[in-house]
């Protein structure tokens, strides 16, 4: 039992390093040699939505709002499923149009498809959500970051809306993980961990690396840690803002959270022997998104494990049975400092009483992960407009 116990309290502890050294390393080292360009590449932005008839309309519009040269840039809506009403107004656009129906649909399957239609068309490919807005000036950022040598590039999510207490804890949870795994690795000169959406490519480079991959989620796990073997570097570009919808339902929450354990043990288990050689070879970001990234639990799972821990070691040991409460302090500590000062406000403190609620969810979500990932499941997205009164 003694034994047990101190596997349980080394396995937090270097969970809690971990993310202790990354939030330490995002406040005191981070920044990117980019210059503004005169030269101007041509862009594609990606689309892959499934079945979203009621918000694709104006997310098309709004992405035609672009500050970047017109003849430079097409969007490039990947229509899935869709309505034929939705795909008659949709061709009424300035933009381009791909209709896919799959058996079994996924993103990756989708983005294949379009790549290989728009093959040479491009000098960059931008990957985004059917419920993503990007920034006005987006484009042109990502343009200066790709001029200045980078090729593989990772925009800043942030919420499109706060409308809920979940809403507030996964925007919360998207701005630390922004910070730690994209911000801080890339401060301890790390490649940044893709997130789905938001993601930059050199076209050709993003076409045959996602040619060999058909994840039904995931895919961005795999297509990371493919271009780091390849030796290519993901640049975290943190004023390169896309908003992106926020779930605001604890049921969505459940399901959305069920395949994101999903995909992390099962990238965990089949690159564990890749990711440990790798280290060996010195290549630490292959080892960081390959094994460290999917070892340890997520923020909330731990969080609410450390305090559960906490208070039965004091019901068992004793009040001055330390080294528990110790590492829970860290740990919230390091959330703490890694989420943005605009977000210390009344609506994030009212939206922590839902963290027990979140912790439940998300324990359901880890024991009921079996078979998650071989079903795709779409959250479905309602918001069209920006309503983050944070910002």
Known sequence: MYFISLIILLYFLLATLYVLVLAIAGKLNYGANIKASNTKAKVA??????????????????????????????????????KKETIIALNKLPIKVVEVSWQESTKAKSLNFALNLFDGSYDIAIISDADNILEIDFINKINDAYQSGYHVIQGRRIAKNLNTSFAILDASSEAINNHLFRKG???????????????????????????????????????????????????????????????????????????????????????????????????????????????????????????????????????????????????????????????????TLLALLSLPNAFIIMLISFLRIKGANKTFIHTKHTNVEIENPVL
């Open 45 to 82: 932005i990606f689309v892959p939505a499934y079945k979203e008839d009621n918000i694709i309309i104006s997310v098309a519009n709004k992405l035609l709002q672009c500050n970047y040269s017109e003849e430079l840039f097409d969007i490039i809506i990947i229509a899935d499923s869709f």
């Open 185 to 347: 690795a890339n401060a301890l000169g790390l490649s940044s961990a893709l997130i789905g959406s938001g993601m930059a490519f050199n076209f050709q480079l993003l076409k045959n690396e996602l040619s060999n991959i058909d994840a039904v989620g995931g895919f961005d796990k795999e297509l990371q840690l493919n271009l780091i073997e390849a030796g290519y570097k993901i640049l975290y570009l943190e004023d390169a803002i896309v908003y992106d919808e926020k779930v605001d339902k604890p049921s969505t929450f459940g399901r959305q959270r069920r395949r994101w354990i999903s995909t992390q043990f099962i990238y965990l288990k089949s690159h564990f022997h890749k990711g440990l050689r790798a280290m060996i070879q010195g290549n630490f970001s292959y080892f960081n998104l390959s094994i460290l990234t999917n070892v340890f639990l997520s923020r909330i799972l731990t969080l609410g494990a450390l305090f559960g821990i906490s208070i039965l070691y004091s019901i068992i040991k004793g009040p001055f049975n330390l080294q528990w409460w110790l590492l829970f302090v860290t740990y919230s500590f390091v959330l703490f400092i890694s989420l943005p000062k605009k977000m210390f406000n009344k609506n």
